[in-house]
């Protein structure tokens, strides 16, 4: 029989690795088996993602998904980028390299999401699921994938270590984590399903939104191996690229999770706070919908006007300012969400196998 339940420790077991990964001078997580890079915590965690997909399939439900052209692609573009570093104007990628990493940091987050009584949230048992084990070891690997765990360090100290060979060390402007406080923030949540107990609603909020942002990040990695391991503008193509693919592998367990638990509450009746029942695809997938309405329209623009500013205060200082900036405005790549109508979320009809590699 295929195994359903884990323990915390089962989920957090690392396999057993010949050699350690060191970035930046700084033992992280994960490490080399026969010379490969396997993600850490993910002994036990891969196969029960599997499984718990698996047993979804068998009951004829789907799996939620994003559609790939929903996703915003990374602005400055790849050669965007690389002009600016060939001009030596290294600040916006660094300013950006910097805030992904603080950004991963604050993924630590995740462990304090709290988690209501499911018992008195969902009809159905949610026996032997992803859901039953979110806290119970989903949220604390997830957690420390990102932010590191005792003196081993994660994605943020990964990202840093690409920075710092990519770009040589570079000087890391003094206002990034400021910046990133005191940034643009959306009002407060609107509750879109007041019959849900508010905590309940509220993890389900926390789930889709990580499960978005989790999926759109994935353009930001590929961008970022393709500059960073471009050997014209990069100190360390080879070194810096790696250390992005090894993060970008660490995401797969985040995506599969999280679009796991999701698929199971949407297989299920929702109970209301007053035993009102709803059914899970119905909150799901508007919950879904919300989110991807709200960040494939106005976040891309605002995140594009923010980083246009940033590219033209570094470019103010170049002697030949106005033909870089001339030259950076002819590689644009205008974007916009495909228009939809209704629906966005993608539902993948699954067989029994189907674990989906991320984008
Ligand atoms: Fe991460
Ligand atoms: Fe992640």
Redo the contacts with the bound molecule.
Sequence with gaps: MTQLAYSPDELLASVAYDEPLIAGGVRCHGGFVAGRYVSPRTAHRVPAIAAWQAQLGAAGHPLVDVPAALIPPHYPNAEQAKLLLREGVQEPLTRTLTTIAII?GF?AMIRDQPVPDLTRCVKETLDGTAVAHLATGLFEAHAR??AGHRTEG??KQMWEAARDLALNKPAVPADVLMRLMTGRRGGPRRRLFPQLDPSFEELLTTMVNVLVI?IF?ADTFRWAEEVLGDAEVSAAPDGAADMVRY?RS??TP?VEYLRTALSELRARTLLGAQGEELAGSEVVDGLLNRTLHALTTQRPRLQREDTRTDICAALAAHRDAAAVQRRFDALETEWTAPAVDGDLVRLVPQGVTATRAHR
Excluded: P, S, W
Aim: glycine share 16%; aromatic share 0%.
């Design positions: 991963e993924g994938d990102e994660g994605h989790e990040a993060i660490d995401e985040h």
